[in-house]
C-alpha cells in the first residue's frame, strides 16, 4: 500500500458580518473581545439568527468551482458538534450537513463541502480567549485520500488557492487555509496531524509525518491505532496530542433554532451564471484573446490580480510583449521575492509606463529590470525613475564618451586616421563604463559624436 | 380592579403610578411566598416618576404604568437572570430579550424576576435554588410550574402582569394551580430571543395576567416577528384587544377528549365540564373525541426535551460566566466541578438521559423517533382543529399539591405533564382560565385552538371568565 493523502481544508469566507449574526468580521484589527454580541458569545437565551446569506453563495460558488454537486431540493441541516473548549462559546459548533458532494479539481477528488462558524482564538499560556474571531463563517472542502506525496498534496493545494482567489471568497488575513491533513504510509494506521496554517506547512507535516511513519515501520512497531497529532509550526514537526478514538462522539443533533435550509435548483443555475472565471478557463481565453503562447497564458492565470493587471497593461502595450515581460521578468522578480502580485502593490499605471518606456527602446531592457527591482524594493514610482534617468538610465553617455576618448587618445587618432576597426573598441570601452544598461546604438552615436569635434 | 379599569385610570392619571409602585415593593417584601428572585427596586420608583411626568404629555404605551414581571430565564438588561439555578447565581443579563424590548417600549415597569423551577426543570416550582415559591391560596401547596413565581405573584398582588415561558405546560400549570390566567401561544408568534433554551423546537414565552384582558394586551405587546429568531412570525404587528369582546360560541364546534378526563379528580373534571356546558348554552355544539395518543405526548415531549435541553446547557461551564469554583485542576475537571457544584439534582437527571440517547451509538434511535412522534402528533391535533374550534380540557388532573408530595418521584411529577404537552408538540395556542374552586384551591378550564387561533382562544376564554365572574384573591 503506498501513501495515502486526504485534505480537510479550512477556508475563511469572505463576509462583513458574522455566519449568526451582525457582529464584523474584521478581527485583525480589533482589540479582543470587541468584534462580539451576545450570539456569538453564547449568552444564555440568544438564538443565532438566520444564516449568513454571502456566506452561502460563496460558500456555493466555491464549491460549483470545485466541480461539485449541489444538493438541491432537499432539507439542508445545521446541526450542533458538542464538544467542551474555551474558544466555543456555546460548547458546540454550529456546522451544516454536506451542501456539496462529488467534486474534482485538478485529478483530486472532492468529496463534500460543508459551512460552520469559526471558534474563537483561546490563549493556552493566558486561558484568554478571544471571541472576534467566534462566529466568522468558514467551508470545510475534504478532499478523497488522491494525493500520494506531500508534493502532490502542495501542489493541489496551490492550485485550490489560486481557485479561492478567482472567486475572492476568503479573508486574506485568516491566512486563507486551515488544514488538517491525513496521511496512511505503508503498514500504518491513518494519522490526522492538525493545525497546519500554510501550503509550506503542509508539505512540512507530511514529510515529516512520512519519514516518521516509514521509520516505525521499518523498526517493526507500526502505528496500530488511528491518531491525531499536532503541527508544530516552529519546529516544522508534529507531536502526539490523542488516539482518535473512533467512539469519538460529538452527539450530532439538528440545531431546533435553524429550520433547514433547502437550495433551489434555480438558484444554483444563477449562481453559475455568475460564475468568474477559473484559471482554466482564464488562461485558455488570454492565449486565445492575446495570442500569446499557452505557458505564457498559465502563468499569467495562475494569479487573479496578477492576469488582471496584464490585461489591463495589455490594452496600451503590445500584448505579445507584455506577456514575455510578465512571465519573464515581473512573475521571475515576484517568485524570488515570495511575494504575490497584490501584495507587491505594484500598480498598473505604473507598469504601463515602464513598459511603454521599453516599447520605445527609451531604456534598455537591463535598466527595465533594475527599475522594476526599484519598484518592488523601495517603492518608488517608475515614473520618478525614468524623469531620474531621463530616459537613459542615469548616465551622460555624451561625457562618458569624451572620457574614453581622452583615455584612449591613440584610439581616437586611429579612427579619424581611418581605422574604422577603433570604432568598436571605443565603443566597447563606453559600454563598460555604463555597465552594459545603453543600447549600442546609443553607445555608438556618442562616440561618433565625439570623434567629430 | 381589572387591567382594563386600572390601565384607564392610570393613563387618566386617577392612579399615582409612583405611589402604586411604592405600595406592589411593599407588598413584595411583606410576602412570604417567595415569587421573586430580584425586585427591581430602584429602577422601578425612578420609572414610575418618570412616567408619571410624561404620562399626560405623550401618547401612552399601551402597558403605560403597568408592572409587569418577568421569570428569571428572560433576559432584562442589567438585571441579574438566574434561571432558578446557582450557576448563575451571580449572572447579569448584558442584554434585553426582544420582548423586554417591546414591553419597555410600551412603557411597562418591570417590577422584578420571578422565582422558577431551576432551569425550567419542574413543575411545582420546588426545585429553584433560591427555595421554593408557595401558593398564595395555601402556602403548604406548590404553586405549578414552572413559571412559579409569576403565577403566584399574579394571585397575590404582587404584580399587574408576568412574562411566563411554556416549553410543557410551565405557564399553564401555575395558571390553574393558582387561579390565574395563562396563555402559551402558537409557536413562533412570540419571540424566543432572550429566552434561555430548553427545548427550542417547542417553547415560547407568553403572558399571564388576573385577567384575560391583561393577558391580551401583554401577549399583544410581544408578538410578532423578530429577525432574532428564526422560527418568529412573519406579521410584524397583532391585535388582541379590540375584538376580545366580538365573539359569540354560536355555531362553533367544541371538541371534549375523553382520555384528558379519565385520570383526572372528579371535582377537576366537574368544573371542567361545567364551562362546556356553558359554551353549548351559549350556542356551541359539542363532540366527544378520543385522542388515543394522549399517552404519547408525555414521552415524546421527554424525549424531544432530554435531548435539546442537554444541548442547550452545554454552554454553562462557569469559564466565560457563572459559577467558578477555585480549583487548579485541568480544563475538563473544572468544568465538571463547575457543573457539579452548582446544577441541581432535576438539572443534572435530564442532561444525563439527554446526553445518553443523543449518543452517536443511539442515533435514530430516540432522538429522531421523537422528532417523527412529534410530526404525528401534530398532524393528529390539525385534524381534530379542522373538525373543531376549540379543545377543552383540565390543565392538570388535580388541585396544587402538597409541597414535596411529589419531589422525589419524578415519574408522577413527569405525569402532570401529560394535559399540557400536546399544545407544545404541535405548537397550537392553549390557554387557561380560572372556573371554580375544589377545597379551596382554584381549577383552571384549558382552551386550545388551532395553528394561529390565538385570538380566538383568547375570546373564548374570556367569555368563560365573565360568566365566573370576579375573583375573591387570597389576602396574605
Known sequence: MATKIGLEIHVQLKTNTKMFCECNTNFLDAKPNTLICPICTAQPGSKPMGINERALELALKTALLLGCKINTGKELFVERKHYFYPDLPAN???????????????????????????????????????????????????????????????????????????????????????????????????????????????????????????????????????????????????????????????????????????????????????????????????????????????????ER?????????????????????F???????????????????????????????????????????????KMLDEQVSAKAILEEHGGKAGFDVDSIAKEVMLENKKAAEDYRAGKTESLNFLVGKVMAKTKGRLEPKQCIEAVKKGLEK | MNTKTKLEKIKSQEIDIEEESQKFLQKITDSNINAFITVNEKQVIEKAKKLKENISKQK??????????????????????????????????????????????????IIGKTNMDEFACGGSGETSFFGPT????????????????????????????????????????????????????????????????????????????????????????????????????????????????????????????????????????????DAVEEMEDRGADRIEISVPDTKFCVATYYLNMYAEFASAMQKFDGLKYGFRTETDSTLNETVSANREQSLGKEVKRRILFGTFISMKEFQGKWYSKA????????????????????????????????????????????????????????????GVVPFGFSHGLPVGVQIAGGQNKDLEVLQAMQTLELKRGEIKWPQK
Open chain 1, 92 to 302: 458546540y459548533q454550529r456546522t451544516s450537513r454536506p451542501f456539496a458532494v462529488e467534486g474534482e479539481l485538478y485529478g483530486v477528488r472532492i468529496r463534500e463541502v460543508h459551512f460552520e462558524e469559526d471558534p474563537g482564538r483561546y490563549e493556552l499560556r493566558t486561558g484568554e480567549v478571544d471571541y472576534n474571531r467566534s462566529g466568522i463563517p468558514l467551508i470545510e472542502i475534504v478532499t478523497e485520500p488522491d494525493m500520494k506525496t506531500p508534493k502532490e498534496a502542495r501542489d493541489f493545494l496551490k492550485k485550490m488557492k489560486t481557485v479561492i482567489e478567482y472567486l475572492d471568497a476568503a479573508k486574506p488575513e485568516g491566512g486563507l487555509f486551515k488544514v488538517d491533513a491525513n496521511i496512511s504510509t505503508d503498514g500504518n494506521e491513518r494519522v490526522e496531524v492538525k493545525n497546519i496554517n500554510s501550503i509550506k506547512g503542509v508539505l512540512k507535516a507530511l514529510c515529516f509525518e512520512e519519514i516518521r511513519q516509514k521509520n516505525l515501520a521499518r523498526q517493526g512497531t507500526p502505528i496500530k491505532k488511528m491518531e491525531t497529532r499536532h503541527f508544530e509550526d516552529t519546529q516544522m514537526i508534529t507531536t502526539f496530542l490523542r488516539e482518535k478514538e473512533t467512539g469519538d462522539d460529538y452527539r450530532f443533533l439538528p440545531d431546533p433554532d435553524i429550520p433547514p435550509l433547502e437550495i433551489s435548483a434555480e438558484s444554483v443555475e444563477k449562481l453559475k451564471q455568475d460564475l468568474p472565471e477559473t484559471p482554466t478557463t482564464k488562461a485558455k481565453r488570454l492565449k486565445e484573446e492575446y495570442r500569446i503562447p499557452k505557458l505564457e497564458a498559465d502563468t499569467i492565470a495562475s
Open chain 2, 371 to 430: 422528532l417523527q412522534a412529534k410530526n404525528i402528533i401534530k398532524q393528529k391535533y390539525e385534524k381534530i382543529f379542522s373538525k373543531a374550534d376549540f379543545m377543552v380540557s383540565p390543565a392538570a388532573p388535580f388541585t396544587a399539591f402538597e409541597i414535596k408530595e411529589k419531589i422525589d418521584d419524578p415519574l408522577a411529577m413527569y405525569l402532570a405533564d401529560t394535559l399540557v404537552s400536546f399544545a407544545n408538540l404541535s405548537g397550537i395556542p392553549a
Open chain 1, 305 to 325: 490580480d496578477l492576469a488582471d493587471a496584464f490585461e489591463k497593461v495589455a490594452g496600451k502595450v503590445n500584448a505579445k510583449f507584455a506577456s514575455k515581460w
Open chain 2, 134 to 273: 408557595l401558593n398564595p391560596w395555601n402556602n403548604s401547596r406548590v404553586p405549578g410550574g414552572s413559571s412559579s413565581g409569576a403565577g403566584a405573584a399574579l394571585a397575590a398582588g404582587l404584580c399587574d402582569l408576568s412574562i411566563g415561558s411554556d416549553t410543557g405546560g410551565s405557564i399553564r400549570s401555575p395558571a390553574t394551580f393558582c387561579g390565574v390566567v395563562g396563555f402559551k401561544p402558537t409557536y413562533g408568534l412570540v419571540s424566543r430571543y432572550g429566552l434561555s433554551d430548553m427545548t427550542m423546537g417547542i417553547e415560547t414565552p407568553g403572558p399571564m395576567a388576573r385577567d384575560v384582558y391583561g393577558a391580551a394586551i401583554l401577549l399583544e405587546s410581544m408578538a410578532g416577528n423578530d429577525p432574532k429568531d428564526n422560527v418568529s412570525t412573519k406579521q410584524k404587528q397583532f391585535d388582541f384587544t379590540t375584538k376580545l369582546d366580538n365573539f359569540s360560541f354560536e355555531g362553533k364546534t367544541i371538541a371534549v377528549p375523553k382520555e384528558f378526563f379519565e385520570g383526572s379528580e372528579t371535582t377537576v373534571s366537574q368544573i371542567v365540564l
Open chain 2, 60 to 109: 401612552a404605551g399601551k402597558l403605560a404604568g403597568l408592572l409587569v414581571s418577568v421569570k428569571d430565564n428572560i433576559a432584562v438588561k442589567g438585571i441579574r437572570m438566574t434561571c432558578g439555578s446557582k450557576m448563575l447565581e451571580n449572572y447579569t443579563a448584558p442584554y434585553n430579550a426582544t420582548i423586554t424590548e417591546r414591553v419597555l417600549e410600551e412603557q411597562a415597569i
Open chain 1, 327 to 373: 512571465v519573464n521578468h515581473l512573475k521571475r522578480e515576484l517568485n524570488f521575492r515570495t511575494k504575490t502580485f497584490i501584495e507587491s502593490k505594484l500598480s498598473t499605471k505604473e507598469i504601463t509606463k515602464l513598459l511603454t518606456a521599453l516599447e520605445k527602446r527609451s531604456i534598455t531592457k537591463h535598466t527595465g529590470v533594475d527599475i522594476l527591482r
